[in-house]
């Protein structure tokens, strides 16, 4: 049985330990999971991309007709007091800062009802990036069909396809589970997909099937400050399992290579099953990126 850790969390106005805090049961994002969240991570007790990130959490809001709860100075000053609190706890300086905002409290009913106020929801707590030998030695993933909804461009809180396809991947002893619809990429379980081919970093293009991951435009701009190509287009899975490098993103595994798929090796040679030189070269531009884009 897991145990609720005793750190401070925000709920609709208040901090209060994260073992106290409740919701009501008629909740939407309880009854419906109509709401949307954000992951934003945190090197050396600053938040990174925080601006994109409060970007894409008005996109995922607008499309669900939900207005922002707070301005931007108001999210940065709830995250900021619970970044504090839990380095004082526990010393952390890595942390992720999880936030939510569903619709609100309502009786149940499909129709979006109008004149409710927005239950938002924040924690922060320690980051677990991948493993010192997971990034020397990459990890092994499954494939499978992408059968969640249509919507993968809202980062809702229905998460129920994802901890499926999540599942399909721990079933097998694998780190992830890399998903295509009608023949093409789209993304995995929780991650954003890149393939690398002839030296050029591409991934699928923006969609309602794809979320635009706030690593998107931070990986184009360090391939562009690396010279690597980078392009966005559909993706044939057979050009994935020919791939000379599969990389998974996200915001806790930054850029992680990917180095065996359904069981065989990926790339080609001498690198054959083994992180390659454009995962190398972009690792270590993420690293730089860290104090850049920190606030």
């Avoid at 969240?37 to 938040?47: D, R, S, T």
């Avoid at 207005?67 to 380095?87: F, M, V, Y």
């Avoid at 990036?129 to 980062?155: L, M, N, Y």
Wanted: a neutral charge; one cysteine or more.
């Amino acid at each position: 049985m897991q145990t609720i850790p005793d750190s401070l969390c925000y709920l609709n106005g208040e901090y209060s330990s994260l073992r106290e805090a409740k919701v009501s049961v008629l909740d939407r994002g309880f009854i419906f999971g109509d709401g949307v969240y954000e992951v934003i991570p945190v090197y050396a007790g600053k938040l990174f991309r925080f601006d994109e990130h409060m970007a894409r959490l008005n996109r995922s809001l607008g499309k669900l007709r939900i207005a922002n709860p707070h301005s931007g100075d108001q999210w940065l000053e709830r995250c900021r007091k619970l970044i504090h609190a839990l380095t004082a706890d526990t010393q952390a300086q890595d942390q992720i800062v999880y936030l939510q905002v569903t619709r609100g409290v309502a009786l149940r009913d499909h129709v979006m009802p109008r004149d409710i106020t927005p239950t938002v929801f924040m924690m922060a707590s320690v980051m677990k990036p991948p493993s010192p030998e997971q990034r020397h030695v990459g990890v092994a993933c499954i494939t499978a069909r992408d059968f969640r909804w249509e919507r993968g461009d809202i980062k809702s809180i229905s998460l129920l396809g994802n901890v499926l396809a999540r599942q399909l991947s721990a079933d097998h002893g694998a780190f992830e589970t890399v998903m295509f619809r009608a023949g093409f990429l789209t993304e995995a379980s929780g991650s954003n997909v890149w393939v690398v081919h002839e030296g050029a970093v591409l991934g699928p293009p923006k969609s309602e099937h794809v979320l635009e991951g706030i690593r998107y435009e931070l990986i184009r701009e360090l391939c562009e400050e690396t010279g690597i190509a980078f392009n966005l287009r559909p993706i044939p899975e057979a050009e994935v399992m020919a791939a000379d490098e599969v990389l998974l993103s996200s915001a806790t595994k930054e850029i992680l290579p990917v180095t065996t798929l359904d069981g065989h090796a990926v790339g080609h040679g001498a690198m054959r099953g083994k992180p390659g030189p454009v995962y190398a070269r972009l690792h270590q531009a993420y690293q730089a990126a860290k104090t850049v884009y920190s606030i």
